[in-house]
């Protein structure tokens, strides 16, 4: 294996690749086009000054990306680890896993333009245009939720004018997995169309109960509809409304207690074995309306409204220190509704200069009822929470054409930000039977938070010739602070951000490729921690960061045989300025308590945390691998009977990440890990027949951790699916 790694490290290395996979074709005129809405028109890949990754539907099956956290091995510099509640989704090392509903994530995830609460995260990917993963700080157009970067998935619309097709997949493989997933487009009249997808999966859980409790932890049973309906009532104006609901159940996270932490004598001797003594359960709801407007005028110039209406809500279960030695349980209910509106206006593409206007609001409301409960003192902790976030935005982007050759660009966003906590919200103890009716208050978490920040960025593209784009930026970006408690608050986190690269074209539109570097230079940055003064993992302000690195791509079509290869590194350094709790060998005892203050009564309810503050070294950044790369190959066999047979193989490697920082290599590291993936397609007519098979080698490897507790992913998983088109 390791002169695999080196094999196919050098050639990624050789290759000088790009930050941009894009679609690949078969035709002879070359690498098929990819055009890209993230700066609100129309554009190439290759022609935005930005590192990004775009995604064609075809491609993302090809990659074997069928969810989320697939991205992460198809990506260079992005990584996504399960973190129970939520997913750390990180993009050079910049991101934040956290429940927590002050906080705002460093990478923002967006769907058909709405920005995704991070709760409710991990739903397969279904009728899908395609995806975009866009590195670095995108305050202009994606404001506070993106100083690491963000990412865009974009579902299928329906198509008004078109006919009347679809298609319908059937698929089964290993752990009694089956799969069913389709979508018709409905073309009504000549001005409206409908479009309806649906996606159903199950399978058995990977894991085996061996403990008192037998829940079938980490099954999978999720059903999703999508309608969308298309009206194009003039020439100038489109109306697109779409409703999604989605319903999945896990049967609850499966992990087991980190080496050397508290509970690690309960661990069971193989991976994919679980003792719990406590009923799991992780069931997981979402809903979205949305209505996306557009009117062009005749000038060209486009005005554009974006509202969306996002209901999510988690119900779990947690055997908290996931043994049978003790019966510590945690149990969650967190909802988040979130309204959003965006109205743009977009000058007309062929505009001596060209600009963007834009407006934003959203709203989240979060309800967090949190019980914790074990055999020893305190008995039962409450957390409750009702808290309500408002971002407002307005923001500008214009370019202009120095020369034939020469664009510039600056864009700018103002952002304003107010969190509040209900009256009330805050941690009990001693609830009901073992203490007065409602329990204790021991920690008040309410209060109000506000700021506001500027952000932007100033690129210069110069382009040589239609085959190579060189571009540079400067940009700032920054994400707000909020408030923890009464008497805690955390500060707003700031990037400046130095980007150069170089896009190109060659060997007649049959090699892509383009290569970037950057420099990042963060002030107050956030992470999370144990917050003494109530007991919660909370945000702090942890030091500053600097983080600089490389990434490169390529893709290539030879004939018959399609290259694809990504690099990514990165090198980063951070420096913490303060103590921080060491979770790894906290007691359950200490659950959501605050910090006794030798003063209480015996009434009152504490912990002391004094031995397990400790001074911490500084180090990388969290989640951060130095290096990652990916390569991919397929060829396309022509049979006599006119059908097509493509194998092709993906692989992905992505170095150590520290996952905390006392940077403990027998707690606190995620090991690097290689991870093969094939698949064998037959297509003839109309149909489609497919055999594939993800993690080929049966990689064991820690995929994140939640609390003192360390999730791993699938084993060696197969099977075949048949598309029929229509």
Known sequence: MKTLNKTLLSIAVLAATTSSITSLTYANEGLEEVVVTAERRDR??????????????EQLENKAVARLDDLAYASPGLTITDAGLTQSVNIRGIGLASGDPDVTNGVGTYIDGLFQPPIVSTLD???VSNVQVLRGPQGTFAGANSTGGAIMINSTRPEVGGEFDGYLTLGAGNFGATEASGAINLPVSDTFAARIALNKKDRDSYFDSIGPDDSEVAMLDETAARIGLQWNPTENLEIYVKYEDSEKSTGGYAYRPIPNSTYAAGRTADQYSISYNTPSQNDEVAQTTMIDVKYRFDNGVTVSWLSGDQYKEITNVVDTDATSIESNAMSQFVTEDQISHELNIISADDAAIQWVLGGYYQRNDVLVDITNTSLGPPFVVDVDIQNDKTIRGVFGHLGYQLSDDLLVEFGMRKAWFDNGVDEGSGVKVGRGFFGPPGGVPVAVIDGTYSDSENVGKLSVTYTKDENNMFYGFVARGAKPGGINSSTSIFDTETVMSYEAGWKGNSADGMLRSSVNVFYNDYTNFQSSNIDITTGRSNVYNVADATIKGLEAAVEAQLGGLLI???????????????????????????????????SETAADVCFDYSPYLANVAGGPNLLAPKTSYTVGAEYLIAMDNGATLTPRLN??????????????????????RGLLSAMLTYEKDNWMLRAWGRNLTDKVYVSGQAGNNEMYPAPRTFGVTGTYKF
């Not at 190439?44 to 539907?57: F, G, K, L, N």
């Open 564 to 598: 694809d290869a990504s690099f990514s590194y990165v090198d980063s350094s951070l420096e913490p300025t303060q103590p921080i709790v060491n979770t790894r060998t906290l007691p359950a005892a200490a659950q959501n308590l605050p910090q006794c203050s030798g």
């Open 44 to 57: 190439d890949v290759q022609d935005i000054p930005i590192s990004m990754t775009a995604m064609t539907a």
């Open 651 to 672: 692989y992905s490697w992505m170095a150590d990440q520290w996952t905390n920082f006392l940077y403990d290599p027998a707690t606190d590291k995620l090991s690097s």
């Open 125 to 127: 990917f279904f009728d």
